[in-house]
């Protein structure tokens, strides 16, 4: 989808949106500055993730946020949101704000000064400003979080609360398909009967590291995917059935069609092309998994 597609709908915008604007978001989560980070804070790489992304909601209880990040262990979440509140729930936030600011200025140079790059951020702030909050709780914390000055943080904030809306209505669907959060995982990462779908997969043993989980959590949830017909066991892993399959489809379609409203502005296309240069330097940077740092070119 270009520009040019004036007459996409709305949900395949969104669709667009999550596939483009991903990666500025989460270098966040995925940096050179992270080690620092946690050492400065004396967290480890859970707890610091935990209260960077849920200290937003201020000292609400471990279960609160086990809910509003879903796939996660709870007693993960309940260690690692003890410690990030022990720390500080505002110095760890503020930390984040500091690394991340220290690795767009080092990524992006003096594209951090582009007039196009704060034009950007104003659209999506004003965006967000609309955006319906109800029922949503991440992203409706997020939205209440101080707009930064600097416009790469600014459109970093701004694509964060589009993130986490986007993630509350992905939920919502998950919950109603009766998938809870780490059997959601196991369906998401299942090898597909259409190998040329294209999706962001972690990897089972990501997953399992960074969410908290065991290997026979993970195993006993293949088995409640097998015994609900949406998945078979094969050599490798676990593959989706055709029921499985169109349980995976029906849920992305859902998320779309919830987070459409987003993307109704009849340039709204236009200006996620736009912001592709400042993603692509992102992704060339090579810090992000599954990326390799691309050269400059010469002059």
Known sequence: M?????????????RLAYQTLEPYHVLAYFNPGLGDAQRDTGLDAHAFYVGARAGVLGEC???????????????????????????????????????????????????????????????????????????RPLAAAWASTVVPD????????????????RGDHHIAALVLYGLDGIDAAALHEAELPDPTVVRRALGMKFFLISRGWSQDDWQASIDRLVERGLAQRTETGHRLTDAGFALYNAVELRTDNATAAAWTAPEATEIITRTRPYVKAILDAGVLPGTRKKEAPTQ
């Open 2 to 14: 270009t520009s040019s597609d004036a007459g996409a709908s709305p949900a395949a915008v969104a």
């Open 150 to 165: 600097a416009a790469h943080l600014a459109l970093w904030r701004h694509l964060s609360v589009l993130r986490e809306w």
């Open 61 to 135: 209880t471990s279960s609160a946020v086990s809910a509003m990040f879903y796939n996660f262990a709870p007693q993960m979440i309940s260690t690692a949101w003890a410690a990030a509140r022990d720390v500080g729930l505002q110095r760890v936030m503020a930390r984040r704000e500091q690394m991340l600011d220290a690795q767009y200025r080092q990524i992006l140079g003096d594209r951090v000064n582009d007039v196009e790059l704060a034009e950007l951020a104003a659209w999506y702030g004003k965006t967000v400003d609309g955006l319906p909050m109800s029922g």
